[in-house]
Every structure is written in structure tokens, then in C-alpha cells.
């Protein structure tokens, strides 16, 4: 795919969207492939970085760049977070430069990414490398689940079901085990919860009674076995049973 321009984010225009954006509500930033999609590496970090620390937001960038190209993306999105005092307040998405070069250039590049508090999101690709994801846990790395996309004009896949998803990344970071299973589940759960943030989370007294209810006899089999979704709870009260909205 070629991308005619470059630049983007360097040009004000973009950079003053954005920025209105946030003072308008929005309440993160994105990036999307400083060099791979934008060709300008200082200049998409500069307006990236720049928007989050003058509006004390958090940022996200979508990194697709595969190789030692993306690692030095890597490396220079840690830096930034450093730079900005945004430790814990930044996450690349896909990251799968991290599942594309060799595993001490991943453990390396781990610590520089659990160093500076940067977290990457998975979402199980089907497509491109998966990064090696109880790795870059053991290294100190945040590695948390998202769905990225619901059946929309980029993929016809994505459902907004977190269990789903968590199935769909122990699939593909071929986990087998009832252990890594759960490390999955803890990645739309907990994880993403922290990343994002969300605090009252979990089940406990005084949390939000937020949840789904399935028949299972441990985590890894309401994973792997994808029973019904019994109930879905919202604020205290059914919103859904046996798939059907309630009344
Ligand atoms: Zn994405």
C-alpha cells in the first residue's frame, strides 16, 4: 500500500484537529505508523506527545511497522513517554515489530518498554505477527487485550465480547494451558482496566456491578468451551439474558 503523503501530523491543520478534539472531550490521543503511514517520524511523535502532555491525556499509537523498523519506533515512543512524564499513560496497539525479529532484540526491547511504562495491546491478529505476549509480561511489560475493530469498514470480524476476544488471542498466541488462559482473561480484564485507567474494577465489594455471567467451571473453560452468555449485567440490573436484550 503507498501512502502519497507524508508528513500529516506535521502539517498544522492535522495536529490543531486533534488538539481541538481533546479540548473538546476526547480523552485520548492516537497515532498511527510514524513512519510507515506518516514517513516523519520526529514530526508525528512531536504533535503526538505534544497534544498529550499540554492536555495531561493519554496516548495510543497504532504501530503495524514490522521488523527492526519498528522496533526503533518502539524504542523512540518509550523515550517520548519518558520525556513527557507519561509513564503509564501510553499504549501501542499491535506492535508486531515484537513478533517479527529475533527474541533477545524482543527481551531488550522489553525493558525499555516496562522501563518507561509503555503498555501494548493485542487483539490476536490474523494476519501478522503475533508478539510473544507471556514474554513481554515477564519482562515487566503491561500486555493487555483490546478488540480493535467491530465489523467495520477495516474488518468484518469484532464483536465487542472481551471473552471472545480473549479465545481469539489464546487461538493465536497458541496458549494451551488453563494458566495462560487466564493470563488471556486478565488481558481484557484487569489489564485493560489498568491501561485504561478504570478504577472500581473487579469483583468486590463496592465495584461497579458490571459483568457477564456464563456456566463454567473455571476461566479457562468459559474461554475456551464459549458457553451462552447467561446475563449481562449493567450498574446492578440485567440487561441481557440467554443473548436477547432484556425488557
Ligand atoms: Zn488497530
Redesign the pocket.
Known amino acids: 500500500m503507498a501512502f502519497p503523503q507524508s508528513g500529516i501530523l506535521r502539517s498544522p491543520g492535522t495536529a490543531d484537529l486533534l488538539d481541538a478534539a481533546i479540548a473538546e472531550g476526547a480523552d485520548l490521543v492516537g497515532g498511527l505508523d510514524p513512519v510507515g503511514i506518516d514517513g516523519d517520524l520526529d514530526g508525528h511523535l512531536d504533535a503526538v506527545f505534544g497534544i498529550a502532555e499540554r492536555r495531561d491525556v493519554g496516548a495510543d499509537i ?1 504501530l ?1 511497522d514490522g521488523g527492526e523498523g519498528g522496533i526503533a519506533q518502539l524504542v523512540a515512543i518509550a523515550g517520548r513517554t519518558t520525556a513527557a512524564g507519561l509513564r503509564g499513560k501510553v499504549a501501542v ?2 506492535a508486531f515489530a515484537l513478533g517479527s525479529v529475533d527474541v533477545d532484540m524482543v527481551a531488550r526491547t522489553a525493558d525499555v518498554l516496562a522501563k518507561a511504562g509503555v503498555a501494548i495491546m493485542s ?1 490476536g491478529p490474523g494476519g501478522a505477527a503475533i508478539p510473544p505476549l507471556a514474554l513481554l509480561r515477564q519482562h515487566g511489560v503491561e500486555v493487555f487485550g ?1 478488540s ?2 467491530i465489523r467495520d469498514a ?1 474488518s468484518p470480524f469484532g464483536n465487542g465480547d472481551m471473552l471472545d476476544r480473549a479465545m481469539t488471542i489464546g487461538y493465536r498466541a497458541n496458549f494451551r494451558h488453563d494458566h495462560e488462559l487466564e493470563f488471556a482473561f486478565d488481558m481484557v480484564t484487569g489489564a485493560a482496566a489498568r491501561v485504561l485507567g478504570i478504577e472500581g474494577y473487579g469483583l468486590a465489594v463496592g465495584a461497579a456491578a458490571d459483568f457477564v455471567a456464563v456456566e463454567a467451571g473455571s476461566v479457562a473453560e468459559a474461554i475456551a468451551a464459549r458457553p451462552r452468555r447467561k446475563y449481562v449485567i449493567k450498574n446492578g440490573r440485567v440487561v441481557a439474558e440467554d443473548g436477547v436484550f432484556a425488557a
Do not use: R
Request: charged fraction near 10%; glycine fraction near 12%; avoid cysteine.
Open positions: 497504532h503495524h496497539s499491535h487483539h483490546g480493535d475493530n477495516w
